[in-house]
C-alpha cells in the first residue's frame, strides 16, 4: 500500500443475505450425512435424505492459523429442522487454544447457544437479531436453531485460538436441545 492511498475494502458482506464475497473467502458445507453421532437420535438422523443441507459457514481468515494477534470473521446459517426432537445445531467445539474467548451475535432468525464448561455443566443462551455472545475461554459452543426459518449468525475469534472437535466427538455435551411439546427444552 501506498502513502496516503484510499483503498476499497476487499472482501463485503450482503446485509441482506448475510453472505460474505471478495477476496479470500472460504465456505463449508456440512449435511445431515456429515454429522453422525452429533445428534442423541443416531437411528433417525440415518433414515434422513444424508444431503440434506444442515448448515453452512463462511469466513475471511486473512492471518495463518496459528499467528498471534490476527483476527477471525465468520458467518454461519443453519437450517430449519429436527433429527428426532433434536434442533439442527452445528457440531460444537472448544478451542485448541483453551483460553482464547470468541464471539457470537444473532443476525436473522431463532435460535441457541449451548455452552459448556470443563466440568460439563451446560446451559444455553437464546439468540436472535441483535444479541450478543461472549464466549470464555474453556467453554465449548454449539449453536442450535429452534425457529421455522434459517438462523444466520456472526462470529469473531483470534486466529491462534484453533478448534478442538475431538472431545466433543468423544463425549458430547453433558446436555441436549430438544423440543418438549412445542418449546425447546435442555435435557
Known amino acids: 500500500m501506498k502513502q496516503l492511498e484510499i483503498k476499497s475494502a476487499q472482501q463485503a458482506i450482503d446485509l441482506k443475505t448475510w453472505a460474505l464475497s471478495g477476496e479470500g473467502i472460504i465456505e463449508s458445507k456440512r ?4 454429522l453422525a453421532n452429533v445428534f442423541g437420535d443416531e437411528q433417525a438422523r440415518k433414515k434422513m435424505n444424508q444431503d440434506t443441507l444442515a448448515y453452512n459457514v463462511q469466513a475471511h ?5 496459528g499467528t498471534l494477534g490476527g483476527l477471525y470473521f465468520g458467518t454461519t446459517i443453519i437450517q430449519p429442522g429436527k433429527v428426532g426432537n433434536e434442533y439442527f445445531m452445528t457440531r460444537g467445539h472448544f478451542h ?3 483460553d482464547r474467548a470468541e464471539y457470537y451475535w444473532g443476525v436473522k432468525g431463532e435460535g441457541m447457544l449451548l455452552l459448556m464448561d470443563k466440568n460439563r455443566i451446560t ?3 437464546k439468540m436472535i437479531p441483535g444479541s450478543l455472545h461472549y464466549i470464555g475461554a ?3 459452543h454449539r449453536v442450535a436453531n429452534t425457529g421455522n ?3 444466520h449468525f456472526g462470529a469473531a475469534w483470534p486466529s491462534d485460538a484453533g478448534h478442538n472437535y475431538d472431545e466433543i466427538d468423544k463425549n458430547g455435551f453433558s446436555a441436549r436441545l430438544v423440543e418438549v411439546d412445542g418449546v425447546p427444552t435442555l435435557v
Do not use: F, N, R, V
Not at 449435511?31 to 456429515?34: A, F, L, M, R, V
Open 96 to 98: 485448541a487454544s483453551s
Open 123 to 125: 446451559w444455553a443462551e
Open 31 to 34: 449435511t445431515i450425512g456429515q
Open 138 to 140: 474453556d467453554i465449548a
Open 61 to 65: 481468515l486473512p492471518a495463518k492459523e
Open 149 to 151: 426459518e434459517p438462523l
